[in-house]
């Protein structure tokens, strides 16, 4: 119970109160569907929030799809899941965002098939089928 107190409950009671008596404000700003026409998902979407994948639990990372066009589907929009949140700016300064917004997206079943096949080892472009045993350079001791 000790560990806990110092661990966890000590620092987050300081930092409410830090931000209670802060002088800077903070905001969270809920994004609606209207981000998303026909409440589809797209590439530049990527970098606005943070998006989770319901099939997998993953995160789509930019990496995957970093060749294809901004306007590029990669998948259908859920539910917004977290609002961003911000700090208000003072006079004269841009507000800074802390944390993205979270939404869960069904992914195309283009970018699952691309990301399997990503997964699987290859040698010289050609995919082979690895068992828990061998690795694409040859069998593990």
Same mark, same amino acid.
């Given at each position: ?82 609002? &961003? ?21 069904? &992914? ?34």
């Amino acid at each position: 119970m000790e560990r806990l107190r110092d661990d966890i409950l000590e620092p987050a009671a300081s930092l409410a109160t830090k931000m209670s008596s802060s002088p800077s404000r903070y905001r969270w700003e809920w994004y609606h569907e209207a981000h998303f026409p026909q409440r589809v998902v797209r590439k530049y979407h990527l970098e606005l929030f943070i998006v989770q994948d319901a099939r997998t639990h993953n995160r789509i990372p930019i990496a995957n799809v970093e060749t294809l066009p901004d306007e590029t589907a990669i998948g259908e929009l859920l539910v917004i899941v977290f609002p &961003a949140l911000f700090r208000c700016a003072d006079s004269g300064h841009e507000e800074i965002q802390i944390e993205k917004a979270v939404i869960l997206v069904r &992914a195309n079943e283009d970018l699952q098939r691309q990301k399997r096949s990503e997964d699987k080892p290859s040698v010289l472009g050609k995919t082979v089928p690895q068992t828990s045993k061998d690795s694409a350079l040859g069998r593990l001791n």
